[in-house]
Nanobody, 122 residues
Framework: QLQLVESGGGLVQAGGSLRLSCTPSGRAFSSHITAWFRQAPGKEREFVTS????????YYADLAKARFTSDRDNAKNTYILEMNSLKPEDTAVYYC???????????????WGQGTQVTVSS
């Protein structure tokens, strides 16, 4: 079992930055691929980025390239999403997810956090 808890969301002005954290519980963290997804009101959950078990392999959706960076520290049990140059269209609930392989499909991830709200004002 892998339990995930997100934190770090909030209200920020356009052009600003936020740092989201995902804190897992249990020893299973290092054996799972982890990812960030987001879901805006009335829209489907969409892939943002995923990172491999050792942190050396990362995939980013086009929406995240050049603005977002993810990293993980298995020793500290932490998975981070740094978001820069935020835009109003980045407003969404951001979810941390855990799974066995890299995928842009939310249904491929078995473990989910409760989400953290990010609101970007114009």
């Amino acid at each position: 079992q892998l339990q995930l808890v997100e934190s770090g969301g909030g209200l920020v002005q356009a052009g600003g930055s936020l740092r989201l954290s995902c804190t897992p519980s249990g020893r299973a963290f290092s054996s799972h691929i982890t990812a960030w997804f987001r879901q805006a009101p009335g829209k489907e959950r969409e892939f943002v980025t995923s990172i491999g078990k050792s942190g050396t392999t990362r995939y980013y959706a086009d929406l995240a390239k050049a603005r977002f960076t993810s990293d993980r520290d298995n020793a500290k049990n932490t998975y981070i999403l740094e978001m820069n140059s935020l835009k109003p269209e980045d407003t969404a609930v951001y979810y941390c997810a855990g799974g066995k392989g890299h995928s842009m499909d939310a249904s491929d991830y078995a473990y989910w956090g409760q989400g953290t709200q990010v609101t970007v004002s114009s």
